[in-house]
Protein backbone atom coordinates (compact mmCIF):
# COMPACT_ATOMS: atom_id res chain seq x y z
CA UNK A 1 0.00 0.00 0.00
CA UNK A 2 2.62 2.69 0.80
CA UNK A 3 4.44 2.22 -2.82
CA UNK A 4 0.91 3.33 -4.62
CA UNK A 5 0.44 6.21 -1.97
CA UNK A 6 4.01 7.79 -2.36
CA UNK A 7 3.84 7.08 -6.48
CA UNK A 8 0.35 9.15 -5.77
CA UNK A 9 1.58 11.57 -4.11
CA UNK A 10 4.96 12.03 -6.45
CA UNK A 11 2.81 12.32 -9.45
CA UNK A 12 0.71 15.06 -7.73
CA UNK A 13 3.76 16.84 -7.13
CA UNK A 14 4.16 17.02 -10.60
CA UNK A 15 0.94 17.68 -11.47
CA UNK A 16 0.77 20.89 -9.25
CA UNK A 17 4.68 21.68 -10.35
CA UNK A 18 3.53 21.70 -14.11
CA UNK A 19 0.15 23.69 -13.59
CA UNK A 20 2.74 26.45 -12.01
CA UNK A 21 4.64 26.11 -14.30
CA UNK A 22 1.82 27.37 -16.73
CA UNK A 23 0.25 30.08 -15.08
CA UNK A 24 2.14 33.39 -15.88
CA UNK A 25 2.09 34.52 -12.26
CA UNK A 26 3.85 31.49 -11.27
CA UNK A 27 6.34 30.32 -14.31
CA UNK A 28 7.86 33.33 -14.50
CA UNK A 29 9.30 33.41 -11.29
CA UNK A 30 9.97 29.92 -11.78
CA UNK A 31 11.79 30.26 -14.89
CA UNK A 32 13.89 32.75 -13.55
CA UNK A 33 15.15 30.94 -10.55
CA UNK A 34 16.52 28.31 -12.62
CA UNK A 35 17.80 30.41 -15.28
CA UNK A 36 19.79 31.77 -12.38
CA UNK A 37 21.07 28.47 -11.68
CA UNK A 38 22.72 28.09 -14.77
CA UNK A 39 23.69 31.44 -15.26
CA UNK A 40 27.71 31.53 -16.39
CA UNK A 41 30.20 34.79 -16.99
CA UNK A 42 30.06 35.53 -21.17
CA UNK A 43 33.21 34.80 -23.07
CA UNK A 44 34.83 36.72 -25.49
CA UNK A 45 34.31 36.42 -29.54
CA UNK A 46 37.67 34.91 -30.85
CA UNK A 47 39.50 37.43 -32.41
CA UNK A 48 39.15 36.08 -35.67
CA UNK A 49 35.63 36.05 -35.65
CA UNK A 50 34.53 39.50 -34.25
CA UNK A 51 31.97 41.53 -35.90
CA UNK A 52 32.77 45.42 -36.32
CA UNK A 53 30.01 48.07 -36.74
CA UNK A 54 29.39 49.66 -39.48
CA UNK A 55 27.17 52.04 -38.71
CA UNK A 56 26.34 53.77 -35.47
CA UNK A 57 23.20 55.08 -37.20
CA UNK A 58 20.19 53.86 -34.90
CA UNK A 59 17.70 56.34 -32.98
CA UNK A 60 16.31 54.84 -30.08
CA UNK A 61 13.59 56.41 -27.56
CA UNK A 62 14.32 57.50 -24.29
CA UNK A 63 11.84 56.97 -21.81
CA UNK A 64 10.92 59.92 -21.36
CA UNK A 65 9.90 60.33 -25.32
CA UNK A 66 13.49 62.08 -26.42
CA UNK A 67 15.22 60.83 -29.48
CA UNK A 68 18.88 59.29 -28.83
CA UNK A 69 21.00 58.70 -31.20
CA UNK A 70 23.24 55.81 -31.00
CA UNK A 71 25.88 57.91 -32.62
CA UNK A 72 26.79 59.44 -29.86
CA UNK A 73 28.40 56.12 -28.66
CA UNK A 74 30.65 55.96 -31.08
CA UNK A 75 34.88 55.95 -30.14
CA UNK A 76 33.42 54.54 -26.49
CA UNK A 77 33.43 51.23 -24.82
CA UNK A 78 29.63 50.62 -24.73
CA UNK A 79 27.47 47.58 -22.89
CA UNK A 80 24.15 46.77 -25.41
CA UNK A 81 21.06 44.37 -24.27
CA UNK A 82 18.37 43.80 -25.93
CA UNK A 83 15.47 42.56 -23.40
CA UNK A 84 11.63 42.49 -22.03
CA UNK A 85 9.81 42.34 -19.18
CA UNK A 86 8.14 39.32 -20.25
CA UNK A 87 11.58 37.28 -20.78
CA UNK A 88 12.85 34.95 -17.88
CA UNK A 89 16.04 34.86 -19.07
CA UNK A 90 16.28 38.77 -19.53
CA UNK A 91 14.67 38.80 -16.13
CA UNK A 92 17.12 36.08 -14.56
CA UNK A 93 20.65 38.63 -15.61
CA UNK A 94 19.36 42.37 -14.68
CA UNK A 95 20.24 41.97 -11.37
CA UNK A 96 23.96 41.64 -12.11
CA UNK A 97 23.15 44.12 -15.11
CA UNK A 98 21.93 46.77 -12.60
CA UNK A 99 25.00 45.81 -10.65
CA UNK A 100 27.62 46.35 -13.77
CA UNK A 101 26.24 49.69 -14.36
CA UNK A 102 26.38 50.75 -10.96
CA UNK A 103 30.05 50.25 -10.97
CA UNK A 104 30.74 51.35 -14.65
CA UNK A 105 27.80 53.60 -15.16
CA UNK A 106 30.08 56.52 -15.49
CA UNK A 107 33.09 55.05 -17.13
CA UNK A 108 31.56 53.40 -20.55
CA UNK A 109 27.66 53.43 -22.03
CA UNK A 110 24.91 51.32 -21.29
CA UNK A 111 21.78 50.83 -23.67
CA UNK A 112 19.25 49.10 -21.98
CA UNK A 113 16.74 48.26 -25.18
CA UNK A 114 13.43 46.71 -25.38
CA UNK A 115 11.01 47.03 -28.25
CA UNK A 116 7.73 46.84 -25.48
CA UNK A 117 5.70 50.10 -25.27
CA UNK A 118 6.87 52.82 -22.52
CA UNK A 119 4.36 52.36 -19.92
CA UNK A 120 5.25 48.41 -19.36
CA UNK A 121 8.89 49.18 -19.59
CA UNK A 122 8.26 52.18 -17.01
CA UNK A 123 6.44 50.23 -14.35
CA UNK A 124 8.66 46.87 -14.64
CA UNK A 125 11.56 49.22 -14.20
CA UNK A 126 10.29 51.37 -11.31
CA UNK A 127 8.49 47.89 -9.91
CA UNK A 128 12.42 46.73 -9.68
CA UNK A 129 14.21 49.54 -8.23
CA UNK A 130 16.54 49.40 -11.48
CA UNK A 131 18.15 52.55 -12.47
CA UNK A 132 20.31 52.11 -15.79
CA UNK A 133 19.18 53.66 -19.06
CA UNK A 134 16.31 52.25 -20.71
CA UNK A 135 15.42 52.99 -24.44
CA UNK A 136 12.72 51.46 -26.87
CA UNK A 137 13.51 50.49 -30.18
CA UNK A 138 11.68 52.14 -32.78
CA UNK A 139 13.99 51.64 -35.67
CA UNK A 140 15.73 48.12 -36.80
CA UNK A 141 19.50 48.11 -35.38
CA UNK A 142 22.48 48.59 -37.62
CA UNK A 143 23.34 45.21 -39.62
CA UNK A 144 25.68 43.59 -36.62
CA UNK A 145 23.17 44.45 -33.77
CA UNK A 146 20.64 42.59 -35.65
CA UNK A 147 19.49 39.11 -34.17
CA UNK A 148 16.07 37.28 -33.20
CA UNK A 149 16.48 36.11 -29.76
CA UNK A 150 16.53 37.85 -26.61
CA UNK A 151 17.99 38.11 -24.35
CA UNK A 152 21.16 39.42 -26.42
CA UNK A 153 24.30 41.50 -24.92
CA UNK A 154 27.06 43.37 -26.78
CA UNK A 155 29.85 44.27 -25.44
CA UNK A 156 31.41 46.64 -27.62
CA UNK A 157 35.23 48.54 -27.52
CA UNK A 158 35.65 51.52 -28.85
CA UNK A 159 37.12 50.76 -32.31
CA UNK A 160 33.08 49.32 -33.01
CA UNK A 161 34.57 45.59 -32.05
CA UNK A 162 32.32 43.32 -30.92
CA UNK A 163 33.92 41.74 -27.97
CA UNK A 164 31.22 39.85 -26.46
CA UNK A 165 27.55 38.43 -27.73
CA UNK A 166 25.80 36.66 -25.55
CA UNK A 167 22.63 35.41 -26.47
CA UNK A 168 20.84 34.00 -22.94
CA UNK A 169 21.23 34.88 -19.83
CA UNK A 170 24.44 35.53 -18.10
CA UNK A 171 26.80 36.67 -14.80
CA UNK A 172 27.60 39.94 -16.16
CA UNK A 173 28.92 41.36 -12.68
CA UNK A 174 31.86 38.74 -12.94
CA UNK A 175 35.40 39.21 -12.13
CA UNK A 176 35.73 38.28 -16.15
CA UNK A 177 33.81 40.86 -17.49
CA UNK A 178 34.71 43.60 -14.88
CA UNK A 179 38.77 42.61 -16.23
CA UNK A 180 37.47 42.82 -19.99
CA UNK A 181 35.85 45.78 -19.59
CA UNK A 182 39.09 47.90 -17.48
CA UNK A 183 41.17 46.67 -20.21
CA UNK A 184 38.69 48.07 -22.93
CA UNK A 185 38.57 51.48 -20.99
CA UNK A 186 42.16 51.21 -20.86
CA UNK A 187 42.85 50.98 -24.60
CA UNK A 188 40.41 53.68 -24.84
CA UNK A 189 41.96 55.89 -23.01
Known amino acids: MKPFIRKNWFNLLIVVFVGLLIVPHTSIPIKVFFQKLFMTSPSEVDASERKKLTSYQWELTGMDGSIIEFSDSEEKVVLLNLWATWCPPCLAELPSMQNLYNTYG ?3 DF ?26 ETQRPPAELQVSTIPTTFLIDAAGEIIIQKTGAAQWDSAEVKTIIEELLAASE
Open 106 to 108: DKM
Open 111 to 136: YFISAEDSETVRKFITKKGYDFPVYL
